[in-house]
């Protein structure tokens, strides 16, 4: 198996590219793949708290499936003070980062993806 860090920059709602990313997740984590994940840019809302899209399909539904894995998700604070995300507002289990955090995720993994 190999180590994967993922990228997500892509919101819930506005396209499936947030839900491809955590359907892919959540399939290499079955697989036996060890995750880091950082989300950056408007990616970071998939881990906002208390979201009710009504119709849409909740992304939180498969980020606790990842969290409940354990797997080491950061989301970018500089994003989130761009965008008006306080941290109070972010789900349990996910950390807030820099970029730093998501080079090193990259460089200490064996493959990694963006979305």
Known sequence: MVSIAVGLGSPAYTSERAFTALNFMHTAIMEGHELKVFLFEDGIFVAKKGQDPGNFANPLLWLDKVIEAGVEIKYCGTC??????????????????TMADFVGMIASSDRSVIF
């Open 80 to 97: 989130a003070k761009e965008r008006n995300l306080p941290e109070e507002e972010v789900v349990d289990g996910v950390r807030k980062g």
